[in-house]
């Protein structure tokens, strides 16, 4: 029966050719928006790891003053710490949760080379995120020795660098006069949202004569409002003349983040289901036509006793034989990418996204054909023969 | 002849409605996505307010500084100084404004927090972009020499930050930071994706908080440069690519590594591309998938038209069989179906137009895009027209350039 079926689509190929083309094409749009799709998806999946409801971002901008920037950095910080509005707050480089900006570094251990994002912070900032800790601890002043400078790495990290080892209390050389030693491992840190994927991260802890990094995060007190962000942006104005500041909520800027993503993901949604609606449109007109045509070629066959479950299944299989046909020249592109590691995604990805787009497109396919093999089935063979 | 073959068609598409409809609604969506997407990159990329020069302006917003080998790279924009040197001096150039990116901030009223986007710009900036003042004027250089704490706002955030119910509130203060401005101007505000000119609130260069005085290349400043007439665009690039040339070694090696310094003027939409596709290669890269979607976007549609055509046509053998055998040549069969399938095109191509005016409508007064001002201009529409008839002639010449070739015989026994 399918070797039949094989043969009678391969004797037709002309006239099926340009079928085939118009399924191997929305095969490909399938494939491309559903890798998309499932990249997105998959790391949506994970979870963020921090609290960020609460919190808020200031961003101090010294401009052109260079004077004791770090000293007045830390009387701003104990200002903010000491308003009862505020739980908690730390310091942290401009790759606060959610912004634009990024740190990208690598570090080596054992001849292990692995790179990530680098996170500069002090004390407070697993508090102030509500960052869980695996094992260890957060690191403190006290662990500031001449030598090592304190770090907290996250689950992917200890993974790629130290392999099979544990991590604690490891000391990686940076250069000859300082090292990092490892005080804790947190699990998922995914800074840019949820549907970033979650990369290796390294926090190390800000300097003590540090004056670069002047983010401050600050976590308030449920139903603080604007009001006292006016009284906060004020005071700290009066204390550093000449700085710019910037007060965000983590809340907002999410969102943002969010749009970036989900905006080009609902356009390209948008315009392959108008195109996919259309095919299948096509393709139901073309295979309305075609089996209308072919009245009598299905009276004789009831005539010759073939049951109307047998018609409907001989027009589905040609086209299931048609649709095989361009998902094998199809899956010829469609296996180079996970082949190849295009675009350095798992692998993973895109053989879901392959099963995907052949699973909808053979539902797409039957659904189309279904209707007008029904029909057909249904005619009556006397009428049929007798048109002729 | 010409209005029997429309009769004809118009005959043949009343016939089988649902048909019909499978080719309007292939063409007409289709063309609604393009006119709509083509009206996008115009208000992107294409010259509207307050950009109004944009076509004669070339754009410095980028420098980089790699190592030889391209390994490790560092860029963004440039600093106040480093353009005051090279590009306010270009001789060729008609204007050169030098403005910051946007940056952000906040400003509290009555217990309101109004975010805003701030713009450091100098005097020209007001010569070479378009803004249309409600109010008021732009600053001058006087206010530029005194250090003016003077600012110009746009409409909306008077109304947000004022509520005056539009009174004049050119001379009032308004409050950022903790300084004081006077307002001087209110301008009809800038779309935000024209990012040169989009902010809230516009400051002469000078005024605090500016960092106009730092040293170096990189900063966050870039430039505009106009040219009297197109024609001379050319002629300055060179000249600013001399004047690039000519930085001493000594005040570009100024990090480890970093020894080849890339400043260009670019026209606004190379300049785009040079964002994100740096060499040849990746520009074809870009080009190559760009191209591929737009091949896939239309091809689809096509082919899916052609297919049904094919099967339309061989629906209609006994009609063509009839006419051949009264005498009718290949010729004129052929040019039957390509009107017929012209006219059908036309017909998509109507309800596309009112569709992607209707779109179009809906995210201008949507709010998803403040001052969206998407429009269908004539080269947008002149575009889909063409787009248009080659879908007409793709999906028409095949299936009616076989039919015409049919035998009588064959023709008519079906």
Known sequence: MLRHLFKLIWNKKGTHSLLIIEILASFLVLFGVLSLIVFNVRNFLQPIGFEYEQVWNVDLASNQDTVEVNRKLTTVMQRIRSYKEVETATRMSSNTPFSANQIGNSVTYNKVTAGGDFYYTDQDFNKVLDLPLLKGRWYRDGDRVAKFIPIVINKKMEDKLFLDETSLNKVIKIDDKSSYKVVGVVDNFKAKGEF?????????MIAKDDGWNSNVLIKTKRGTDANFEAKLVKDIAMMLPGWGIEVSYLKESRLNRHNLTLVPVIIFLIISGFLLTNVALGLFGVLNLNISRRKNEIGLRRAMGATEGKVTIQFLG?????????????????????????????????????????????IIVTLCAWLPSKQASRIHPALALHEE | ???????????????????????????????????????????????????????????????????????????????????????????????????????????????????????????????VMGFQFLEGKPYNDNNIRNSDHVAVITDALRDQYFETGGKSVVGRNIEIE????????????????????????????????????????????????????????????????????????AEIHTEQNLTVLEVKADEYFNHFVNTFARDSTQRFLFYTVVSFVILMFMGLPAINLVNVNVSRILERASEIGVRKAFGAPSAALLWQFIIENIFITFIGGAFALALSYLIIYLINSSGWIAYADLTINVPVFAISLGVCLVFGLLSGVLPAFRMSRLKIVDALKA
Not at chain 2, 202 to 209: E, H, S
């Open chain 1, 196 to 204: 970033m994927s979650d990369n290796p991260a390294l926090f190390e």
């Open chain 1, 318 to 362: 040609e086209i299931w034989v048609i649709a095989t046909f361009s998902l094998i020249i199809g899956l010829l592109f469609a296996v180079q990418f996970p082949l190849m590691n295009v675009f350095d995604l798992d692998s993973e990805i895109y053989i879901t996204s392959i099963f995907a787009s052949i699973a909808v497109i053979y």
């Open chain 2, 1 to 127: 002849m010409l209005s029997n073959y429309i009769k004809i068609a118009w005959k043949v598409l009343l016939r089988h409605p649902f048909y019909t409809f499978i080719t309007l609604f292939g063409i007409s969506l289709t063309l609604t996505v393009l006119m709509v997407l083509t009206s996008f990159l115009d208000h992107l990329f294409g010259t509207h307010y307050p950009e109004v020069n944009r076509n004669r302006s070339l754009y410095i917003a980028t420098v980089i500084q790699t190592d030889s080998a391209r390994t490790s790279m560092s860029s963004g924009p440039a600093t106040f100084a480093f353009l005051t040197k090279h590009a306010k001096s270009l001789k060729s150039a008609d204007k050169v404004a030098i403005m910051s990116n946007f940056s952000f901030s906040n400003t509290y009223v009555n217990g309101k927090r109004i975010k805003l986007n701030t713009k450091y710009t100098d005097t020209e900036f007001w010569d």
């Open chain 2, 178 to 249: 903790n300084i004081n401005y006077r307002v001087i101007g209110v301008v009809k505000g800038s779309p935000p994706t024209r990012v040169y000119s989009y902010s809230d609130v516009y400051f002469p260069y000078t005024a605090p908080k500016s960092n106009y005085e730092n040293k170096g290349m990189r900063g966050r400043y870039i430039a505009i440069v106009t040219a009297k007439d197109a024609s001379d665009m050319p002629a300055i690039q060179s000249e600013f690519d001399s004047n690039i040339s000519r930085i001493p070694y």
